[in-house]
């Protein structure tokens, strides 16, 4: 019963396709398949570990405090996160730039610390956050994985396309008004295919 | 960074315009941008509290920050004092000034948390920009985030009148039409060699 929390996230309310928030994040670094997964961990580490530790103290912090309590309890593990990648992965941090420290402000985090784990159980929050970070690392690295293809014919860097078509690749993949194109493209099939409209 | 301010103005306004290039603060860009006079609002707000944020946190990183070695309390101090300070602005708006407060006031909570404004804070603290540099590139940045969420409102006006495909109506017909303005903006890639 517990587990429709997890599974919830995933599909029926997924953040990105479904609730429209984080787009941010999932636009702009979405750009090869490798970046768009260090984004996506990056993303669920905090997610996943701001909703342990908002729901861990939930009975002693005061209603009226809560925003700030949360915000400094997410931008610690956006800090973490921030200097980690700065050492072990400096290219990936090179790529992915501002939108690492820009991870405390992405309207997943913030929500699902208030809409959830403010008001239920350390297991139950756990759930929550992994399920959303699976749907959202999902639709990122998908995002991230078209575009590294379409754009430049490699999948993690390894050409899969023929030289025909890597030589007549869709280059505008890779630039904004392609990532924008790819994820109008997405939520209609979702639309189409979960909302039945 | 030494680069003329000019540069600095084209290529936050234009060239690397924050919505349609940088894919900074496209939330309340997708939620507000449904009728003209709200965008032209939610946009003079924008600039408004982006000259604020960015003046009062650049003093903060450089003279406090920076000399203690406490750089890695740049992510929780900004967002916080950028939080409060709007909080005191909005206080301040609704006592003494009645008539912009009612232009602005529903508008400045909205983007107290908003990723544009503390990404900007973050960029100009990236680029190693002087103060003047850091004031013009939170201009440009704020107008240019007017210019598009005004552009943008207008043809998402006249999209509500379109025959659009269910599947397609709401927000993927938004994405697209910012596709195509934004493959636009791509054109003023190098104009006046502006680019950071």
Not at chain 1, 68 to 74: E, L, W
Not at chain 2, 72 to 90: G, K, P, Y
């Amino acid at each position: 019963m517990r587990f429709r929390y997890f599974w919830n996230g995933i599909i029926l309310e997924n953040p990105v396709l479904i609730l429209m928030i984080g787009l941010c994040p999932t636009l702009a670094t979405s750009i090869s398949a490798r970046d768009a997964l260090g984004m996506g961990i990056a993303a669920s580490f905090v997610l996943i570990f701001s909703n342990i530790f908002v729901s861990a103290i939930r009975k002693i912090v005061p209603e009226n405090i809560r925003i700030p309590v949360f915000i400094i309890i997410i931008s610690t593990f956006v800090t973490i996160v921030d200097y980690i990648l700065q050492a072990y992965q400096p290219d990936m941090y090179k790529v992915l730039g501002v939108f690492v420290p820009l991870i405390v402000v992405n309207c997943i985090i913030l929500g699902r610390a208030e809409a959830f784990a403010y008001h239920h159980g350390i297991f139950d929050s756990f759930l929550d956050g992994l399920g959303k970070s699976i749907g959202f690392t999902l639709v990122i690295f998908i995002m991230g994985a078209i575009r590294e293809i379409l754009a430049q014919g490699t999948f993690f860097g390894v050409k899969i396309m023929p030289e025909a078509f890597i030589n007549n690749s869709l280059l505008f993949m890779i630039f904004p008004p392609g990532g924008f194109l790819l994820i109008g493209i997405l939520k209609a099939i979702v639309n189409k295919l979960f909302l039945n409209r | 960074m030494n680069i003329s301010p000019a540069k600095v103005f084209f290529a936050s306004f234009l060239v690397q315009n924050i919505l349609l290039m940088r894919y900074i603060g496209l939330c309340p860009f997708f939620g507000v941008s449904t009728r003209i006079s709200t965008s032209f609002g939610m946009g003079l707000a924008v600039i408004f509290v982006m000259l604020l944020a960015t003046l009062i946190t650049y003093p903060i990183y450089h003279f406090f920050l920076l000399p203690l070695n406490l750089e890695f309390l740049r992510t929780a101090s900004f967002i916080l004092v950028i939080a409060s300070l709007v909080q005191f602005v909005e206080m301040f708006l609704k006592k003494s000034y009645r008539q912009l407060y009612n232009a602005l006031g529903i508008y400045l909570p909205l983007i107290t948390t908003n990723c544009a404004i503390l990404g900007t804070t973050f960029l100009v603290i990236d680029y190693r920009f002087h103060l003047l540099n850091t004031i013009i590139f939170a201009f440009g940045t704020g107008l240019g985030f007017m210019l598009v969420i005004i552009l943008f409102a207008a043809i998402r006006e006249k999209l509500d009148y379109a025959p659009i495909s269910n599947s397609f109506k709401g927000y993927p017909i938004a994405f697209i039409a910012a596709s195509l303005v934004s493959l636009a903006f791509l054109g003023f890639a190098n104009l006046f060699g502006a680019s950071l």
